[in-house]
């Protein structure tokens, strides 16, 4: 898929196997590592998949990168399955067709559209081939719980809680739904239950925005009442790491 | 794959084949339920990812009345249009309709059938809860184990199954399906009710309470059972008018003579699972109120949403 059938042998740097938990450690990793997820968002846009989708997508790209010796493989071929199956999964199907030809005009914005020829025909049985690999290879755990319905019931509670009127004139909502877009970039979800990064996607919106929650008395810190077992510092180192997606 | 044995083929169904396997990395026995699906020109179809997809989150639950899967493998098969799935179940000894047969002549201890029942609608409950509905409940898949256990198995794959290739000639069997499925009308989870309501009936005669042999026969038999409902519940936009059954008028069978075993508020149950309005049935949170429940152990009652693994 990248670039064009005319590829037979693109040597390769030699690839350190690396964890998610060093990936989100050591920025260096970051930008290679990030140019598969901003793919994966900007040709979801193109096919207009929801947020969820592509989130969807990224994850199980995430999945797959530290399951298998992602060296071995297309990384844009897996991207655009990871795209192609996510699809499926949150049952808002696009046409393999249509996800090829939106994703090849993203990764080669200079290049004509797609003919529907040879070529496409190989990239299409690629794609579907690749389908039933990663399928096998993630044993079709592909419906993990994402952290955006935890974000919208939280969302709801705290807005309820602090009063609407303190919540929206400040945007935190669509603040909050940009910010767990954006960490879907990194493999947070591999490391964190998706209720502590919700959780933590508010935590730093409420900061930026200097909103005060009221406890009204409670021991509790209003981040507890999601997330029991979370402490405030490490609230804040998982914000940092969220915060320096901004600086790369 | 090569750490299965396969032992013998426990059943040769309508979408599949079955087998009894050793499993001997962890040394225990397991069926292997093999499925054809076809993986044409878009891939694996959608409603296959999606009902495999729901099956294996809901195995995080660990509902005790739900059979357990293991695992699952994908295969293509030499011409690449067909992809081979198989399934790793847990093995249950027992399935309910062996249960069924082999039981004493005197019949199964009524406690033991409200026991069984109990378990059936709790295992719908949970089902339903996480939004899936089973579809294709009947005896055969309902499992027991020697403890008495009961484990609903095959849930949620009735779609995956008939949207790919019948591959054996085996029927689908129709007499613990619904009328609206029967007149092709919209269907959700209700259903599941209905073929609930059919095995406890079989549980007190221990014979298929409805053995129609076509859908209009199975048709005939239910209504000449629950008598014909009326016109106003007749369902709209169906290709089966109410006329053409108009000789079974309404008169409702007495079940407590049919079943001379059957309390009172098991006959009342039974009434409210066999509603010919699907709107009107009884669903699985209300049964397992109902009075018929009552007298079941508090202990048999704890695990009501199996939340063993404490989800956040």
């Not at chain 1, 739904?177 to 591999?190: A, G, K, R, V, Y």
């Not at chain 2, 020697?146 to 069997?173: H, W, Y």
């Not at chain 2, 399906?177 to 073929?195: F, G, H, I, K, N």
């Not at chain 2, 221990?206 to 859908?215: A, I, N, V, Y």
Request: hydrophobic share 40%.
């Amino acid at each position: 898929m990248a670039d064009g059938g005319e590829k037979s042998k693109v040597v390769m740097p030699p690839v350190v196997k690396i964890s998610a938990q060093q990936l989100i450690e050591d920025k260096d990793h970051w930008p290679e590592y990030l140019k598969i997820g901003k793919f994966i968002a900007e040709s979801g846009i193109k096919l207009k998949l929801g947020s969820v989708v592509i989130a969807r997508a990224a994850t199980i790209y995430h999945r797959f990168y530290f399951l298998c010796d992602i060296s071995q493989f297309d990384r844009y071929l897996v991207a655009v399955t990871c795209l192609y199956l996510a699809s499926k999964v949150e049952d808002t199907p696009r046409r393999a067709r249509d996800v090829i030809t939106t994703s090849y005009k993203v990764l080669h914005k200079e290049k004509p559209i797609l003919k529907v020829d040879s070529f496409y025909w190989q990239l299409r049985d690629s794609v579907v081939n690749f389908e039933l690999f990663m399928l096998r290879m993630l044993k079709f755990d592909v419906s993990s719980e994402l952290p955006h319905k935890y974000l919208l019931h939280y969302l709801k509670s705290l807005q309820d809680w602090c009063g609407e009127s303190n919540w929206t004139t400040n945007h935190i909502n669509q603040l909050c739904w940009q910010l767990l877009q954006d960490t879907s970039l990194l493999p947070f979800i591999l490391l964190y239950p998706p209720s502590v990064i919700a959780t933590a996607v508010i935590y730093l919106a409420v900061k930026c925005n200097n909103i005060e929650v009221p406890s009204e008395g409670s021991t509790k810190p209003w981040w507890n009442v999601f997330s029991p077992n979370l402490n405030e510092e490490g609230l804040q180192q998982l914000c940092y790491k969220f915060m320096e997606l901004y600086d790369t | 794959m090569e750490n299965y044995v396969q032992v013998t083929e426990i059943a040769n169904g309508a979408y599949g084949r079955v087998y009894k396997a050793r499993d001997l990395n962890h040394n225990r026995l397991v069926a292997l339920k093999k499925i054809a699906v076809i993986n044409d020109e878009q891939g694996i179809p959608i409603s296959t990812i999606r009902e495999i997809t729901s099956l294996k989150s809901l195995q995080s639950f660990g509902h005790q009345n739900i059979v357990r899967l293991y695992d699952i493998f994908a295969n293509y098969t030499v011409d690449r249009r067909t992809m081979d799935l198989t399934l790793v179940f847990e093995h249950v000894e027992q399935d309910l309709q062996t249960y069924i047969r082999n039981c004493p002549s005197a019949g199964i201890d009524t406690r033991k059938i409200k026991d069984i029942i109990y378990q059936i609608v709790n295992a719908i409950d949970f089902l339903h809860a996480n939004r899936i509905v089973h579809r294709d409940l009947k005896p055969q898949n309902v499992l027991i184990s020697r403890q008495g256990i009961v484990k609903v198995a095959d849930f949620g794959l009735a779609k995956v199954f008939c949207e790919n290739v019948p591959i054996t000639s085996v029927v689908v069997t129709l007499w613990y399906r619904c009328p609206e499925v029967l007149l092709q009308s919209t269907y959700a989870t209700p259903v599941d009710m209905w073929s609930v309501g059919c095995i406890m009936a079989e549980l007190y005669l221990r014979e298929p309470l409805f053995c129609g042999q076509t859908d209009i026969d199975q048709l005939q038999k239910i209504f000449s059972m629950t008598g014909l409902p009326d016109e106003s519940e007749w369902p709209v936009n169906i290709p089966f008018s109410r006329s053409t059954f108009c000789q079974y008028t309404r008169r409702p069978v007495q079940y407590s003579e049919m079943m001379p075993e059957i309390c009172q508020d098991g006959v009342d149950l039974l009434q409210k699972l066999l509603k010919f309005n699907p709107k009107e049935r009884l669903t699985a949170e209300e049964s397992l109120q109902h009075p018929y429940f009552q007298d079941v152990l508090p202990s048999e009652k704890s695990d009501n949403h199996g939340d063993v693994n404490g989800r956040q």
